[in-house]
């Protein structure tokens, strides 16, 4: 799995192509806890999603679906205007 993310390091037209502002609306939800992908990895997303909300779960490493699934299916919900389960 690294090698995909390696690989893309090596494509300079991807790194350095200006591909604008996205403006889908756009939910981020990251676990506070991650080791590998710290919380800090998302500041400044604003500045590429014109539409972004960000949610970070407490007590939560990477796998957040899998750490907190409840919690992640009501944010979803939430986004989605989606009435409760």
Same mark, same amino acid.
Request: glycine letters at 6%; hydrophobic letters at 40%.
């Given at each position: 799995?690294?090698?995909?993310?390696?690989?893309?390091?090596?494509?300079?037209?991807? =790194?350095?192509?200006?591909?604008?502002? !996205? /403006?889908?609306?756009?939910?981020?939800?990251? @676990?506070?806890?991650?080791?590998?992908?710290?919380?800090?990895?998302?500041?400044? =997303?604003?500045?590429?999603?014109?539409? !972004? /909300?960000?949610?970070?779960?407490?007590?939560? @490493?990477?796998?957040?679906?899998?750490?907190?699934?409840?919690?992640?299916?009501?944010?979803?919900?939430?986004?989605?205007? !989606?009435?409760?389960?």
């Amino acid at each position: 799995m690294l090698n995909y993310y390696r690989a893309n390091f090596w494509q300079p037209e991807l =790194t350095s192509q200006n591909w604008g502002m !996205l /403006t889908t609306p756009t939910l981020l939800i990251w @676990g506070e806890d991650d080791v590998a992908l710290g919380k800090e990895l998302t500041y400044g =997303t604003e500045a590429y999603v014109a539409d !972004l /909300t960000v949610r970070y779960i407490p007590q939560c @490493g990477h796998w957040v679906q899998q750490e907190k699934p409840d919690l992640v299916n009501q944010y979803m919900r939430e986004f989605l205007q !989606l009435p409760p389960a």
